[in-house]
C-alpha cells in the first residue's frame, strides 16, 4: 500500500502532486520516509541569558492591541508590546496581517525570533498562542521546492502518517533491536515527523543511521561476492620470466609499497576470479608504473588492455609515458574524441582483430562501436570521475576484464567503505627515495609582487611554473582573481623573452594539448591555469605552484594541485595566496603548510568540509543518505560494515527473521533474484 500514488493521501490533488515531484516524492511511502532537513529547537531562557542576534524563545504577556501598519505591495508591520520577566519587550512581525484577529492585550503568547538586544525587541517568525511546553519544543524544518508551503506539507505527512502508519514494516531482526537498543521503525518514522523530545528524536535517528548503513553495507558486500563468484576460468596465466625483464628494464626501482600493491593486482590476475580493486596511491606515489606492469602481465598471457582516464590531456601523457615503457614489447595506440573519421575507423578495426594490444583513451572507450578482441586488463584511471555506470559499461566490454581502479586522491576510510565498500583495496602509501618535500607556504594577496619576483628568479634558474586560479571570467558574485585577467598582469610584469600560457577548461581539446605540450616542452614558462590541470599532468621542471584565492578549494584538491611540483630532482615551491574571513579558512592553509600526506588530509577536509564537497559533483557515486552522515556517523558506519559482512558471509538473508531485510532488497531494485 505504501507504493499508492502519493494523491491518495488526503489532501493531495494533482497541482500539489506535481509540485511533490519535483522533490522526488511519488508514493506514500516517498512522503513518509520525506524526513525533516533539520530542528528547530525552541527552548525558553531568562533575557539576561539572551545574546544579540541570536534565533531565541521568549514567553510573556501582550501589553496592547497589536498595531498594524501597510507599506509597499502588500507588505505589512504588526508590532504589540509583551511583558517578560517585568521588562517590556517590543515584537514585530512582518507580513503577517491575520495575526492581529489572533492576538488580543492579555494574551499569554510564546514568540521565537531574531534577538535585539540593543532595543529590547524580538522580529518574530513563529508565535503560538499560551505557555510553550515544560521541555523544549521540536520544530521539524522540511527541505521544499517551488511553490509548496510548509504548513501544507506538514499537513499532508500528518494525513499520511494517520491513514498509513500501520503498513510501514519492520527491516531489522529483532535481536538487532534489542542489541542495538533501536526503535521499532513505525515509532521512529513518527518521532522523526513530531519528536516529543530530544532524547526520543536523538534514538529516532540512530535508528535510521543504523538502517541506511546496513543496507548500504549489504549492497556493496553482496556485490563484492558476486564479482568474486560471477566469474569462472578468468585466470589470466601471464609470463613470469618477461614480466621480470619487463619491470628491470625501468629507470628506477620499484618502492616496497609498489611491490606489495603490484603483488595484491598479480595474485587477482591469476585467480579464477574477476579482480574489482581500487589502487589509491598519493600524488607522485608511482602508481602508473604498476599499472603498465600489470598491463604487459596480461599481454603476456595473450590478452588486450585498455586504460579509461577523465580527459585527453592525462590520455596523452599517459600515451606518451607508456609508450615509452613499452617500446616495441606491445603496440599501443591513444583512442579520445579528437580521433575521428578515417583514422578511428582504422583503429577500431585494429581492436577488434587483435592487432593492437593495449589502448588508452578518455571515455570514447565505452562508445558502442568499440569492440575488443580479447579485452583481459581494464584499468579506469581518477575513477570517482566516472560514473557507475560507465565503469559497468567498460568492464563489460570484455569477457570477463579485469578491472583496476586508480586515484591519486587520497580517500579517508570513511568514505573508502562507502564508496568502495565492493572492491579490494590497494595502497601505495610510500614516495620514491629522492623526492624532496614540496615547501609550502601562506601569503597574502599584497605579498604578491614579491612572489612574481620569487617565480622570476626560478626561471632565471631554468625552471617553470604554474599560477592557478579558481575562475576563467570575472564573476560579479565572487570578488576573486580570474585567470584571463591575472594572464595579462604578468604579460605586463615580465620581460618579452619569458613566455606566459593561458589554460582553461572552455578552450577546444586540440588548443589545450598545443598549451599543455609547449609548457611541457619549455616554450611556456609561466603556465596560468584554472584546475584543468589538476590530475595527473607531469612537467618534472615545473618547480613553483602559485594558488590564487586558495581558501575556494578543498584540502584535498590543494593537495592534487601541489602535486604538479616537486616531479623532478630539485627543490620545489607551493604558494597559496588566501585571505580566509572564517576561522575553518584559517585552519585550512595552516593545515595545507604543515602536512604533506594526502591520507591526513584527507581526513581533515572530511572534517572541515563534510562528504557532500569531498569529490565534488554528484558522479562520484556517493550514496544520498536521507538521516546517516558519514563523518558524523562513522562508528555506525563501522558497525553496520561489520554486521553486512557476517549476514553476506552467513547466508542470514535466507533465515525467517531477515525476510522483510531481504524483501526490501529485492523490490528496490538491489540483486532481485541474485538473493534467492
Known amino acids: 500500500m505504501l507504493n499508492e500514488p502519493v494523491t491518495n493521501v488526503k489532501g493531495v490533488g494533482e497541482k500539489l502532486a506535481t509540485d511533490l515531484e519535483s522533490m522526488d516524492i511519488y508514493t506514500v511511502e516517498d512522503l513518509l520516509f520525506h524526513f525533516p532537513s533539520r530542528y528547530d529547537v525552541f527552548e525558553i531562557k531568562p533575557l539576561n541569558e539572551l545574546i544579540h542576534e541570536d534565533k531565541v524563545t521568549i514567553e510573556g504577556k501582550v501589553l496592547n492591541e497589536p498595531r498594524l501598519s501597510f507599506y509597499g505591495r502588500n507588505r505589512s508591520r504588526l508590532v504589540f508590546n509583551v511583558e517578560v520577566d517585568h521588562v517590556v519587550v517590543q515584537a514585530v512581525m512582518f507580513n503577517r496581517s491575520f495575526a ?145 625483464l619487463f619491470i628491470n628494464s625501468f629507470p628506477f626501482t620499484l618502492t616496497a609499497a609498489q611491490t606489495k600493491s603490484l603483488n595484491q593486482i598479480l595474485a587477482d590476475m591469476k585467480s579464477p576470479y574477476r579482480m574489482n580493486r581500487l589502487l589509491q596511491g598519493d600524488v607522485g606515489s608511482g602508481k602508473t608504473a604498476v599499472a603498465a606492469i600489470a598491463l604487459y602481465a596480461s599481454l603476456t598471457a595473450g590478452k588486450q588492455g585498455a586504460l579509461m582516464v577523465p580527459t585527453e590531456i592525462l590520455a596523452e601523457q599517459h600515451y606518451q609515458s607508456l609508450s615509452e615503457l613499452f617500446k616495441d614489447r606491445a603496440n599501443v595506440v591513444l583512442l579520445t574524441g579528437s580521433v575521428k573519421g578515417k583514422k578511428r575507423n582504422e583503429i577500431l578495426k585494429e581492436i ?102 620569487f617565480i622570476g628568479k626560478r626561471i632565471t634558474d631554468g625552471e617553470q611554473a604554474y599560477v592557478i586560479c579558481p575562475l576563467i571570467e570575472e564573476s560579479d558574485k565572487l570578488d576573486i582573481q580570474n585567470a584571463v585577467d591575472l594572464f595579462h598582469q604578468l604579460q605586463e610584469y615580465y620581460p618579452s623573452d619569458i613566455q606566459i600560457g593561458l589554460l582553461h577548461g572552455r578552450l577546444e581539446t586540440s588548443e589545450k594539448d598545443k598549451i599543455m605540450k609547449a609548457f611541457v616542452q619549455n616554450e611556456i614558462q609561466v603556465l596560468v591555469s584554472t584546475t584543468v590541470i589538476e590530475v595527473g599532468v607531469n612537467v618534472p621542471n615545473a618547480t613553483t605552484m602559485v594558488i590564487y584565492d586558495a581558501e575556494r578549494f578543498g584540502l584535498s584538491q590543494l593537495h592534487q594541485l601541489r602535486g604538479r611540483v616537486g616531479r623532478g630532482e630539485k627543490q620545489s615551491y607551493c604558494i597559496l595566496i588566501a585571505e580566509p574571513k572564517g576561522d ?87 540483486f532481485d533474484s541474485k538473493l534467492d
Open 100 to 244: 492581529k484577529k489572533h492576538i488580543k492585550m492579555g494574551d499569554l503568547i510564546t514568540l521565537t525570533g531574531k534577538w535585539d538586544a540593543h532595543r529590547l525587541q524580538i522580529t518574530v517568525n513563529h508565535y503560538k498562542k499560551g505557555s510553550a511546553d515544560q521541555q523544549a519544543e521540536i520544530q521539524p524544518i522540511y527541505s521544499i521546492k517551488g511553490e509548496i508551503k510548509m504548513g501544507r506539507l506538514k499537513k499532508v505527512i500528518y494525513n499520511a502518517i494517520k491513514e498509513y502508519d500501520l503498513q510501514v514494516t519492520e527491516l531489522l531482526p529483532e535481536t538487532y533491536l534489542i542489541l542495538y537498543k533501536l526503535p521499532g521503525r513505525m515509532d521512529a518514522v513518527k518521532t522523526l515527523h513530531y519528536p516529543e523530545n530530544r532524547q526520543t528524536l536523538k534514538h529516532a535517528r540512530r535508528r535510521f543511521v543504523y538502517e541506511e548503513f546496513l543496507i548500504f553495507q549489504l549492497r556493496m558486500q553482496l556485490l563484492k561476492k558476486w564479482h568474486r563468484e560471477a566469474t569462472e576460468g578468468n585466470a589470466q596465466h601471464y609470463d613470469p620470466e618477461s614480466l621480470k
Open 352 to 453: 577488434e582483430e587483435h592487432q593492437i594490444d593495449i589502448v588508452i583513451g578518455t571515455h570514447a572507450l565505452i562508445q558502442k562501436d568499440v569492440f575488443f578482441h580479447d579485452l583481459g586488463f581494464a584499468i579506469i584511471d581518477e575513477q570517482h570521475r566516472f560514473g557507475v555506470e560507465q565503469r559497468r559499461i567498460l568492464r563489460d566490454k570484455g569477457l570477463h576484464p579485469d578491472v583496476l581502479f586508480m586515484t591519486a586522491t587520497p580517500i579517508p576510510r570513511t568514505l573508502a567503505i562507502t564508496t568502495f565498500g565492493d572492491m579490494d583495496v590497494s595502497i601505495i602509501d610510500e614516495l620514491p627515495s629522492g623526492r624532496k618535500k614540496v615547501e609550502t607556504y601562506w601569503a597574502k594577496e599584497n605579498m604578491f609582487e614579491r612572489i612574481l619576483s
Open 584 to 670: 575553518i579558512g584559517k585552519e585550512r592553509m595552516k593545515i595545507m603548510t604543515e602536512t604533506s600526506d594526502g591520507f591526513e588530509l584527507a581526513e581533515q577536509d572530511l572534517k572541515l568540509r563534510g562528504p557532500g564537497d569531498f569529490f565534488g559533483k554528484k558522479q562520484s557515486g556517493l550514496p544520498d543518505f536521507k538521516v546517516a552522515d558519514m563523518v558524523h556517523d562513522y562508528r555506525a558506519l563501522e558497525t553496520a560494515r561489520k554486521d553486512a559482512e557476517e549476514i553476506v558471509e552467513n547466508n542470514l538473508l535466507n533465515d525467517p527473521s531477515f525476510q522483510q531485510l531481504k524483501y526490501f532488497l529485492q523490490t528496490q531494485g538491489h
